[in-house]
Nanobody, 125 residues
């Protein structure tokens, strides 16, 4: 199974980007999915997660109100709409699949097993 991110790029502060994550090869529709990010010299950190139905979501405090996670199970796609971007949002963004199906949306990276290769987001001031 594979996850592949796209949509990263360079934007100015205050701008917006939409990240996409395409899933293939394994059953992803029954699993919660998440977005994480890693800036240079920092550990990978939680950004947002969404339940397998799309009915429940969780956000890191730093992105709440600016980012929106969504999914289209029919297309095996996960999205992250990012607005009001700040320089501190600069990082490589990864999508990931929760290692166990369930209703609880999780923020710990250790709870996720399949990861994409990442897409770079750079926000300049």
């Amino acid at each position: 199974g594979q996850l592949g991110e796209s949509g990263g790029g360079s934007v100015q502060a205050g701008g917006l980007l939409r990240l996409s994550c395409a899933a293939s090869g394994r059953p992803f529709n029954w699993y919660n999915l998440g977005w994480f990010r890693q800036a240079p010299g920092k550990e990978r950190g939680f950004v947002a997660a969404i339940s397998w139905t799309g009915g429940s979501s969780l956000y890191a405090d730093s992105v709440k109100g600016r980012f929106t996670i969504s999914r289209e199970n029919a297309k095996n796609m996960l999205y992250l709409q990012m607005s009001s971007l700040k320089p501190e949002d600069t990082a490589v963004y990864y999508c990931a699949r929760d290692r166990t199906p369930g209703w609880r949306v999780k923020a710990l990276a250790s709870e996720y097993d399949y990861w994409g290769q990442g897409t770079q987001v750079t926000v300049s001031s």
